[in-house]
């Protein structure tokens, strides 16, 4: 199919893309990479009647170090963040979830805010996100705020971005420790069927500090594990007390039923994903190289 007519601008600098979506409001839709938003152009899912070009603004890409937290600009492609050192070194779940996003061609043209701001529910970025406790940066002609990841995802693919605001940089917090992110797929480059991202800290005793769980495909939205996270927040990693939140992830789980699987399938997929993904951070945690397969 092809797209509904629209008008197209190709953004000079931030503030003319700015300019730009503040002048179309809600007919206005910025383009990044395109990955998300050009199928959902061709199936007419989308009519925006304007477009705005920011794919070549370079103050919109690039990781840099903020006084501790790590900082990746909106137009960062994918490749670029699984491929970073910083990234790879101090939050492995993250290089496992980017690591795996589509395919090839998808990783080199797909942008972080891109992928963030279309909030598809399987999507990688949204578990990842709400695990590590990643803070959003959203600018506007009025200004620039801050937004949780935990208040960003709304709906399926709606998110807190207001008409005329673009997402300008992702916020990734010094957590520490280690994680792992793990998803279950038909096939290479599907999205997720099931999800699950852990972040956690362990002290001398092997006791658990902080912890941040964030689930994925099995809701409107990807979801925080609250509940999973107080049970194992402040008690030793064994068996027992991972299986005990394994269950609660599986309460959490709330998917809708489809063609790929129904809903105690994918409930399941989640539990049984969460476990391996505590194992392998836990292993990480004490020094030990997990490489994920694709």
């Known amino acids: 199919m092809y797209p509904a007519p629209f008008e197209y601008t190709r953004a000079e600098s931030l503030a003319h893309a700015l300019e730009l979506m503040g002048e ?4 206005a839709r910025p383009l990044a990479g395109g990955m998300s938003l050009l199928p959902l152009l061709k199936l007419r899912l989308a009519r925006p009647a304007w477009l705005v070009d920011i794919g070549r603004l370079d103050e919109l890409a690039g990781i840099a170090d903020e ?20 990234i790879r070194d101090r939050y492995p779940m993250v290089h496992d979830a980017i690591s795996t996003v589509g395919d090839p061609q998808v990783r080199n043209q797909g942008t972080t805010g891109g992928s963030m701001s279309h909030a598809d529910p399987a999507g990688n970025w949204g578990p990842v996100s709400l695990a590590i406790g990643a803070r959003m940066l959203c600018r506007s002609v009025r200004g620039e705020r801050w937004v949780e990841a935990a208040d960003f995802y709304v709906d399926a693919y709606t ?10 940089r992702v916020e990734l917090p010094a957590f520490g420790g280690s994680g792992a992110y793990l998803a279950l797929r038909r096939r290479v480059g599907d999205f997720a069927l099931a999800s699950v991202a852990v972040q956690l800290t362990l002290d001398a005793q092997g006791a658990c500090g902080a912890v941040g769980i964030g689930l994925g495909a099995v809701g409107l939205t990807p979801i925080k594990a609250a509940e999973a996270e107080t049970a194992m927040r402040g008690n030793a990693i064994t068996d027992e007390l991972v299986g005990e939140a394994a269950e609660l992830v599986y309460g959490a789980a709330d998917p809708l039923e489809d063609v790929h699987g129904p809903v105690e399938y994918r409930r399941s997929a989640v539990r049984a994903l969460f476990k391996r993904a505590v194992g392998i951070a836990v292993r990480r945690h004490g020094g030990e190289a997990v490489e994920m397969i694709a």
């Open 67 to 86: 006084d501790g937290a790590l900082g990746i600009g909106a137009l960062t492609r994918h490749v670029t963040v699984a491929g970073d050192a910083a």
């Open 24 to 27: 179309h409001g809600d007919e």
């Open 159 to 168: 998110t807190a971005l207001a008409p005329d605001e673009i997402l300008a």
